[in-house]
Structures are given as structure tokens and as C-alpha cells.
């Protein structure tokens, strides 16, 4: 079992920056792949990117590529993501997720409970 507890999220003006966190419990932290989703309202959960439970590859959608960078830290438990040059249309709901390396929803097991992020132009 891992709970997942998103952190880190807030309001910005268009062009800035935002590090998103997330916080796992449990030993087993190291053995899964950890991936970013975002759920704009009335739109459906989207892939934003995800690491290797190794740490060693990311994979990013197009939108996030060269703006958003994933890490994680083994010590702390804990998964980031760094938003830079973020704009209006980044504004929604971010979940992290452990499971597979996937950019399917469905290929994680475990969720956390989301926080917002709002980007004003």
C-alpha cells in the first residue's frame, strides 16, 4: 500500500515557476514508476510525464517538454515536479501516481488527492 500526498501547488502569473511535490509513505516507494496527471475542469485526466522507479528515465507529453522536469528522492520518499514558463492553459488539478512506466492512467495503482495549480495571464 503507498499513500500519496501532493504538495506545492498555488497561483502564478504566466511565465513563472511552481514545484509540485509529492510525499509517499510506505517501503515500497522505490519500486514503482511515479507519473504527474492534470484534470482541467470538464476535460479528462491527461499525462503530464513520468520517472523510472530507478530514477534513471523520464518520459514528458509534448506540452510539458522542455518547460517541466520530473524527479524524485529516495531519501525523502518523495517525487517532484518543476514547472517553469508555465502558462494559462497549465491550469488544473495535478495527481501524482505510482504504478507502471506509462502514460496511461490506468496503469497506476495508487493516487493522491491532487492540488491545484492556477496560471494567470
Known amino acids: 500500500q503507498v499513500q500519496l500526498v501532493e504538495s506545492g501547488g498555488g497561483l502564478v502569473q504566466a511565465g513563472g515557476s511552481l514545484r509540485l511535490s509529492c510525499a509517499a509513505s510506505?517501503?515500497?516507494?522505490?519500486?514503482?514508476?511515479m507519473g504527474w496527471f492534470r484534470q482541467a475542469p470538464g476535460k479528462e485526466r491527461e499525462f503530464v510525464g513520468t520517472i523510472t522507479s530507478s530514477g534513471a528515465t523520464t518520459w514528458y507529453a509534448d506540452s510539458a517538454k522542455g518547460r517541466f522536469t520530473i524527479s524524485r528522492d529516495y531519501a525523502k520518499n518523495t517525487v517532484y515536479l518543476q514547472m517553469n514558463s508555465l502558462k494559462p492553459e497549465d491550469t488544473a488539478v495535478y495527481y501524482c501516481g505510482a504504478g507502471a512506466y506509462s502514460n496511461n492512467r490506468s496503469r497506476y495503482n495508487y493516487w493522491g488527492q491532487g492540488t491545484q495549480v492556477t496560471v494567470s495571464s
Open positions: 510506505g517501503r515500497t516507494f522505490s519500486s514503482y514508476a
